[in-house]
């Protein structure tokens, strides 16, 4: 499938666990459909049948453990080519709005930095898998590494499902973060960090400031 230039908007969030993603893509999905836009919400593994069983693989398959960083780095890859292919690139062809729980940033930092695997290859592993579907702005939760995991890991008990992702050791959360930051300043034109420390109204707000900046039709 050739994927050519869209016609919609594509958002996509970051950051390390426990940073508050959800919770700001609902509050920015709720303010778009009320404002009349059909909007579409995928997140990352996931979005399709074959993404779905790539997550559940990924996140919560017990005998997954001992799972190698190049088999993840590529299973996070398969689910993002379906995802685009199937989902998105349509989406934006239609003219929607598209806002992604994770994309490409997710396993330049988890799999590149994280488990430090050549960068060189996942850029274009990731590049491979895209296409030239690539979003338009970026929202970088950042907050500390340390609380971030703790709220995670308070969430998943919660939910009575334990995540292999969420129980690496905390200098890998340590090197998640940096690699965000580090990206973040070399693509200053995409990704905008947003201080995740703020209560929930104030980081809001941070990203309606954003987005009334980038898109003139956003405060229309």
Same mark, same amino acid.
């Given at each position: 499938?050739?994927?050519?230039?869209?016609?919609?908007?594509?958002?996509?969030?970051?950051?390390?666990?426990?940073?508050?993603?959800?919770?700001?893509?609902?509050?920015?999905?709720?303010?778009?459909?009320?404002?009349?836009?059909?909007? =579409? %919400?995928?997140?990352?593994?996931?979005?399709?049948? +074959?993404? @779905?069983? !790539?997550?559940?693989? &990924? $996140?919560?398959?017990?005998?997954?453990?001992?799972?190698?960083?190049?088999?993840?780095? =590529? %299973?996070?890859?398969?689910?993002?080519?379906?995802? +685009?292919? @199937?989902? !998105?690139?349509?989406? &934006? $062809?239609?003219?929607?709005?598209?806002?992604?729980?994770?994309?490409?940033?997710?396993?330049?930092?988890?799999?590149?930095?994280?488990?430090?695997?050549?960068? @060189?290859?996942?850029?274009?592993?990731?590049?491979?898998?895209?296409?030239?579907?690539?979003?338009?702005?970026?929202?970088?939760?950042?907050?500390?590494?340390?609380?971030?995991?703790?709220?995670?890991?308070?969430?998943?008990?919660?939910?009575?499902?334990?995540?292999?992702?969420?129980?690496?050791?905390?200098?890998?959360?340590?090197?998640?973060?940096?690699?965000?930051?580090?990206?973040?300043?070399?693509?200053?034109?995409?990704?905008?960090?947003?201080?995740?420390?703020?209560?929930?109204?104030?980081?809001?707000?941070?990203?309606?400031?954003?987005?009334?900046?980038?898109?003139?039709?956003?405060?229309?």
């Amino acid at each position: 499938m050739q994927l050519t230039m869209h016609k919609g908007r594509f958002i996509s969030f970051e950051g390390s666990e426990g940073c508050g993603k959800s919770t700001q893509i609902r509050l920015l999905l709720e303010q778009l459909e009320q404002g009349g836009r059909k909007v =579409l %919400l995928t997140r990352e593994p996931g979005g399709t049948v +074959v993404g @779905e069983r !790539i997550r559940d693989l &990924l $996140q919560y398959t017990p005998e997954a453990s001992a799972m190698s960083s190049e088999a993840e780095l =590529l %299973l996070f890859a398969a689910s993002r080519a379906q995802l +685009v292919r @199937e989902i !998105i690139a349509p989406a &934006l $062809q239609q003219g929607q709005w598209v806002i992604a729980d994770r994309f490409l940033d997710s396993t330049t930092v988890y799999q590149g930095l994280g488990r430090g695997l050549d960068l @060189e290859a996942v850029r274009t592993i990731n590049r491979f898998a895209i296409g030239e579907v690539e979003p338009d702005l970026t929202f970088l939760l950042d907050m500390d590494a340390a609380e971030g995991h703790e709220r995670a890991k308070m969430v998943s008990q919660a939910e009575g499902r334990s995540d292999r992702m969420e129980d690496q050791p905390p200098d890998f959360f340590e090197r998640v973060r940096q690699g965000y930051l580090d990206l973040a300043a070399i693509e200053k034109e995409r990704i905008v960090i947003i201080d995740a420390s703020h209560s929930i109204e104030e980081v809001h707000l941070s990203i309606q400031n954003s987005l009334k900046k980038k898109y003139d039709e956003f405060s229309a």
